[in-house]
C-alpha cells in the first residue's frame, strides 16, 4: 500500500519521515515556494498601485463653475469648473475654452499643473461641447457670449485679480477666444490653439471632413463666415500677448491659418509669439505643456521662488 505524506507519495519520503524531492531538500522546496508568493504579492501590489485613478493635489479645490446664458430666443446650461490653491489673496486667472473632445471636468484636471505658476484656474465647455447643451453652430453668438459670460464670473470671484487675466482657446475655443480678444480688452494673454481665423480665405480650401462638420451646424454664407471670422473683425489696435499653438500636419485646420493669423496680429500691434509643432496633428496634447508654461510664467503668473526655473 502506498502512504502519502503531506501530498507526497511514498516514493519522496525519506527514511526519517521528512518529504524530499529528488535531488532537492524539503526546506529549500518551501523557502523558494515562500519567496514566489511573496513577489507575486509585491506585484499585485505595485499593480493596484499604480492602476488607480490620478487625484488632483490635496491642496487644489475644485468647484463647479456652471452657468446659463441666452441668445436670441435660445437658452443655453453651460458646463464648468473652477480651480485654486489654498493660498489666500487675489491671483491672475486662466479661462480655458474647450471647443473640442472631452468635457470642462476633464479640462481642469488636465490643466491642475498650472496652478504651480500661483495662477486661478477654469474651464467651460462652449455649447455643444463636452456636457453643455446646443447646438453650437460653428461658435455662433452664444460661443462668444458662453465665453464673455464665463470671463465675467472668473473676474468677479474674490480669489481673482481681474486685472491679470488671459484666455486659453482649443480649436473651435481658439475661434470664440480670437472673437473674445477682439472685442473684450481684459484678456492680459491669449492662447490660440488649432483654430481656423480667416473662414473667408478657409472655407473653399476646408477638407471635406471640416465642410461636413460645419454644414451639419450651419450654412457658410459670406456673412456667416465673416462673423465668425477672427481676423476679419480685428479692432485697429491690439495691446495684447498672444501664444498661437499649431500642428504643420493638421489635416482639419492647415497651419497657414495660424500663420496668417500672426501676421495679422504683428500688423495690429499685438505681441506674438508662435509655436508650430513639426509632427503636430489637430490635436497636439502634452506637448504644448511647455511652451505654454513659459509664455504664462512671463505674461500672467506671479512670481513663485518655490517653483522650478
Wanted: with cysteine; proline share 6%.
Amino acid at each position: 500500500m502506498k502512504s502519502w505524506t503531506a501530498g507526497l507519495p511514498s516514493s519522496t519520503v525519506s527514511q526519517n519521515g521528512e518529504a524530499v524531492v529528488p535531488g532537492k531538500p524539503w526546506k529549500a522546496v518551501a523557502l523558494s515556494a515562500t519567496c514566489s508568493f511573496l513577489l507575486i504579492l509585491i506585484a499585485l501590489a505595485g499593480a493596484c498601485r499604480y492602476s488607480a485613478p490620478k487625484q488632483p493635489p490635496a491642496q487644489i479645490a475644485i468647484e463647479p463653475l456652471s452657468f446659463q446664458i441666452s441668445s436670441g430666443a435660445d437658452h443655453y446650461q453651460i458646463e464648468g469648473y473652477f480651480a485654486h490653491s489654498v493660498e489666500a489673496g487675489r491671483m491672475p486667472a486662466l479661462l480655458v475654452l474647450n471647443g473640442d473632445g472631452g468635457d470642462a471636468h476633464q479640462c481642469i484636471v488636465n490643466i491642475l499643473q498650472f496652478a504651480a505658476l500661483r495662477i486661478r484656474l477654469a474651464c467651460i465647455s462652449l455649447p455643444g461641447y463636452g456636457k453643455s447643451s446646443g447646438p453650437s453652430r460653428f461658435v455662433g453668438p452664444q460661443s462668444l457670449e458662453a465665453a464673455r459670460r464665463g470671463l465675467d464670473l472668473v473676474a468677479a470671484r474674490p480669489e481673482v485679480d481681474p486685472s491679470h487675466l488671459a484666455i486659453w482657446g482649443i480649436a473651435d475655443g481658439a475661434v470664440a477666444a480670437g472673437l473674445l480678444m477682439d472685442s473684450d480688452r481684459r484678456a492680459h494673454a491669449v492662447i490660440l490653439q488649432s483654430g481656423a481665423y480667416d473662414l473667408l480665405k478657409f472655407w473653399p480650401r476646408a477638407p471635406i471632413g471640416t465642410k461636413l462638420s460645419i454644414l451639419r451646424q450651419v450654412w457658410p454664407s459670406k456673412r456667416v463666415l465673416q462673423e465668425r471670422s477672427v481676423i476679419e473683425n480685428m479692432p485697429d489696435k491690439l495691446d495684447c500677448n498672444v501664444l498661437i499653438l499649431h500642428g504643420e500636419q493638421d489635416r482639419k485646420t492647415p497651419v497657414n491659418q495660424a500663420e496668417q493669423l500672426a501676421r495679422a496680429l504683428r500688423e495690429h500691434g499685438a505681441h506674438v509669439e508662435t509655436h508650430f509643432f513639426a509632427d503636430g496633428a489637430h490635436r497636439l496634447g502634452k506637448v504644448v505643456d511647455q511652451p505654454l508654461r513659459d509664455f504664462l510664467r512671463a505674461n500672467l503668473a506671479l512670481p513663485s521662488s518655490d517653483e522650478d526655473s
